[in-house]
């Protein structure tokens, strides 16, 4: 196994997102912080996958699909858009793998690789937080599109039994809209 840290948009879409792939054993949800310049925690999670199963390159390139990873706004020490390596060579596959997803798209991607240093856990009752409450407005409006990009653009990798309760709301919209 092999492990990550990801920061972009509140930490909870980034655990749902992460937790909905085959491949990934683990995701810590919590506070993420280099001994860089980046030294104050911001929101992320640590990803721990098989690289066998699913390769960094595409957990990188859902992780720059998945949060506003083009654009900067004030909240950006909270959400800090990087990605956090655990060994010089992760550092250096990671620069790298931005490199090429920068050059396939239309704007400047802003996420940072950085060294991790720390990791502190988010409360026990806010762990979890998509799959324990899947109905709450806060999920359906911001967790459930982000599960969308993962079942249209990297359907390979989504763990189907996970993501069942949209699988069923989609099978229902298409029943009643197909009369």
Known sequence: ?????LGGGC?????AVFQSLKGVSNVAQ??????QYASSFSEGAIIEFDSAII???ILLEIHVLTHKSMSDHSMRPKYRSAIYTFSDAQRKDAKE???KLEKSSSSKIITE???YHAFKSSREEILNYYYNNPEKPF???YIDPKIKILQTQFSDQVNNEKI???LEIDEEYKVKHSK
């Open 30 to 35: 919590g506070y993420i912080a280099s001994k």
């Open 11 to 15: 930490h909870w879409c980034t655990e």
């Open 139 to 141: 999920c359906k409006t």
């Open 97 to 99: 793998i931005l490199r």
């Open 164 to 166: 069942s309760h949209l």
């Open 113 to 115: 690789v950085i060294s």
């Open 1 to 5: 196994m092999e492990k990550i840290g």
């Open 55 to 57: 390769p960094l390159h």
